[in-house]
């Protein structure tokens, strides 16, 4: 992973009548054949990223980060034969000071979706502080991942993910219901403040957090006895979590997960959630904020122009708006989009990134904002060769 080279896409957005140019910058990702299931976590004035590298079919997770544009050089986190991969389910990573923390699935049985997710916790400099730790301790051959996880303020970091303990290890809840769980882990590893935080969570969409002004929130599909699927969150506050409320009542009922997770992200005392549904067989792409420090979202906007996919990322541009990620199609083409909105309900025109392929190995792109500049990564699958794409833009102009 080296330097940045343009590509020839310039993209015009008229802002109060003078036309601007929005030029999308290719960022080469240069590290051996077969990376796939990209994860991006930004700091203060970093990109980080964590992947995972198959050579002669054997995983590897790795980590990086830019900084002044910029690869520093890749470190090694694990690898193992065992492993569970999935386009869905992929390694998660979080800072916190000079700590990384990194998750990655393991098989724990012969079963197609029994995993179990373990834990390393490193330094920046690549020294072990504790490795190959499993998160969920139950000892229950089912499912458990989804993970994701931030920095906590006492240094360590909060995760929650999803359980399958009472599912009996059959999968979509044919014995039981996920669940969804929060634990910290402390700056020597431990795990400490487990719990349930959802009895009966949808099985297989990604779980997303955030810090908020007054702690840590989650947000999550949910799976009512209705099979309503709707993405609901649910926040700690002082030493308890509330209970869970749906952002929206889109009201979407299906019978099977749609594999289609949230993103929350927040600044200050705004918060904005992003998601997909497909209530009533309408697909739409939605982002709903929270102001003023209280955790009560307003009524969805809706940001697709064609047929929306999902795949959702959001970020803050600034105090009163985001940006968003997410994938359509139309009769021919997938694109890669983005979309500015602002707290007042205000959407941008689209800009196409990228067009890619609709299929699961595409995984799920990435958006991180970093110096006024956003960053964007995806999988590209030509044949049987995966790789890394990535792209940014100067927000400055959008």
């Known amino acids: 992973m080296k330097s940045f080279k343009f590509l020839v896409l310039v993209f015009f957005i008229c802002t109060a009548c003078q036309q601007k140019e929005v030029v999308i910058e290719e960022v080469p990702f240069i590290f051996h054949e077969n990376n796939l299931a990209p994860n991006l976590a930004a700091g203060k004035d970093y990109v980080g990223l964590s992947w995972l590298h198959v050579e002669e079919g054997i995983p590897s997770l790795f980590y990086n980060q830019l900084k002044n544009e910029v690869w520093q050089t890749p470190k090694k986190i694990a690898e193992g034969g065992d492993w569970f991969v999935n386009w869905a389910d992929f390694p998660a990573n979080a800072v916190n000071g000079n700590l990384l923390l990194t998750s990655y699935l393991v098989k724990s049985a012969d079963g197609t979706f029994t995993y179990d997710i373990l834990l390393n916790l490193h330094d920046l400099d690549g020294n072990v502080i504790k490795e190959h730790f499993l998160l969920n301790t139950d000892?229950?051959?089912?499912?458990?991942?989804?993970?994701?996880?931030?920095?906590?303020?006492?240094?360590?970091?909060?995760?929650?993910?999803?359980?399958?303990?009472?599912?009996?290890?059959?999968?979509?809840?044919?014995?039981?219901?996920?669940?969804?769980?929060?634990?910290?882990?402390?700056?020597?590893?431990?795990?400490?403040?487990?719990?349930?935080?959802?009895?009966?969570?949808?099985?297989?969409?990604?779980?997303?957090?955030?810090?908020?002004?007054?702690?840590?929130?989650?947000?999550?599909?949910?799976?009512?006895?209705?099979?309503?699927?709707?993405?609901?969150?649910?926040?700690?506050?002082?030493?308890?979590?509330?209970?869970?409320?749906?952002?929206?009542?889109?009201?979407?009922?299906?019978?099977?997960?749609p594999v289609n997770g949230p993103k929350v992200v927040s600044s200050n005392e705004e918060i904005a959630v992003a998601w997909f549904t497909a209530a009533f067989d309408h697909p739409e792409i939605l982002v709903s904020f929270s102001k003023n420090g209280v955790v009560n979202f307003n009524n969805p906007v809706v940001l697709n122009d064609l047929q929306a996919i999902g795949r959702v990322d959001i970020a803050f541009v600034d105090e009163t708006s985001v940006l968003v990620s997410y994938m359509e199609s139309d009769e021919t083409e997938t694109y890669l989009k983005v979309k500015k909105v602002k707290v007042n309900g205000k959407v941008s025109d689209a800009i196409t990134v990228a067009k890619l392929s609709s299929s699961r190995g595409t995984g799920v792109p990435q958006l991180e904002i970093v110096d006024a500049m956003a960053y964007l990564v995806w999988t590209d699958q030509n044949e049987e060769v995966k790789q890394l794409k990535g792209a940014r833009f100067s927000i400055n102009h959008f």
């Open 139 to 257: 000892g229950i051959k089912a499912e458990h991942g989804f993970v994701s996880m931030i920095p906590s303020e006492n240094g360590g970091f909060y995760i929650s993910w999803l359980d399958g303990r009472f599912t009996g290890g059959g999968h979509g809840g044919s014995k039981g219901a996920m669940t969804l769980r929060t634990a910290e882990i402390t700056t020597e590893g431990e795990k400490i403040n487990e719990l349930q935080l959802d009895s009966r969570a949808c099985d297989c969409c990604q779980t997303s957090m955030a810090m908020t002004k007054k702690g840590p929130l989650v947000v999550y599909r949910d799976r009512s006895e209705r099979e309503t699927r709707d993405i609901y969150f649910t926040q700690k506050i002082g030493e308890a979590w509330t209970e869970p409320k749906a952002v929206s009542n889109d009201g979407w009922v299906i019978n099977g997960c």
